[in-house]
């Protein structure tokens, strides 16, 4: 991946977004993840159809080219 310099009046938050859902990633206790495990398990097309879901993807296909 190249590093990009980007200006926008918004990246700042962008960014700030960013780390904070890292942050609350990995806050998440090992409950809360087996319950997210399980949700995905018992039902993989909600999250397959969910915007976040998407946006991963998105995401990646940018890393990738």
């Known amino acids: ?3 990009q310099k ?3 009046p ?3 938050d962008v960014i700030d977004y960013m780390n ?3 942050k609350a990633q990995e806050q998440l206790s090992k409950e ?5 495990l399980k949700a995905i398990q ?3 097309q909600k999250l397959i159809n969910s915007e976040i879901y ?3 993807l998105l995401d ?3 890393r990738e080219n």
């Open 1 to 3: 991946m190249k590093n």
């Open 6 to 8: 980007v200006k926008s």
């Open 10 to 12: 918004v990246m700042g």
């Open 20 to 22: 904070e859902s890292r």
């Open 32 to 36: 809360q993840q087996e319950k997210i």
């Open 42 to 44: 018992n039902n993989p």
């Open 54 to 56: 998407k946006n991963k």
């Open 60 to 62: 990646r296909n940018l």
